[in-house]
């Protein structure tokens, strides 16, 4: 099952019209509908926000899951939203990839650099 599916499955169980979620993740009518029929994928706030409406998680939304309440309990929430991402000690204890491959430190800086400078022109 697809996002678009999932989105709109969670919608009609709910009894909501198009109208009535997109005005909940202000969003517009037309976004939703491109959404539901997966002609456009919806970004990540707005995955987000899809997923705390419904309490379920985006694991959930785009497929990788079937069992829709899969999320990170509190304690753990709480530890990933503190962590910062420069610290050298974390990247290396966490391996963190992108498609299958290591990031080295260098890449880990420029991709921090990179979020940092987005969040800057928003």
């Given at each position: 099952?697809?996002?678009?599916?999932?989105?709109?499955?969670?919608?009609?169980?709910?009894g909501?019209?198009?109208?009535?979620?997109?005005?909940?993740?202000?969003?517009s009518?037309?976004?939703?509908?491109?959404?539901?029929?997966?002609?456009r994928?919806?970004?990540?706030?707005?995955?987000?926000?899809?997923?705390?409406?419904f309490?379920v998680?985006?694991?959930?939304l785009?497929?990788?899951?079937?069992?829709?309440?899969?999320?990170?309990?509190?304690?753990?929430?709480?530890?990933?939203?503190?962590?910062?991402?420069?610290?050298?000690?974390l990247?290396?204890?966490?391996?963190?990839?992108?498609?299958?491959?290591?990031?080295?430190?260098?890449?880990?800086?420029?991709?921090?650099?990179?979020?940092?400078?987005?969040?800057?022109?928003?």
């Amino acid at each position: 099952m697809n996002i678009g599916s999932r989105i709109s499955q969670l919608r009609e169980k709910r009894g909501w019209t198009q109208e009535e979620l997109s005005s909940s993740l202000g969003i517009s009518r037309a976004a939703l509908s491109h959404y539901e029929k997966n002609r456009r994928e919806p970004d990540s706030e707005t995955l987000t926000k899809v997923a705390d409406l419904f309490n379920v998680s985006i694991d959930y939304l785009v497929g990788r899951t079937d069992n829709p309440h899969i999320t990170l309990d509190e304690g753990v929430r709480s530890f990933t939203d503190q962590l910062e991402l420069s610290e050298v000690e974390l990247l290396d204890k966490f391996s963190l990839t992108i498609d299958g491959r290591k990031l080295t430190p260098e890449e880990a800086r420029r991709f921090i650099a990179f979020i940092r400078a987005e969040r800057a022109m928003n």
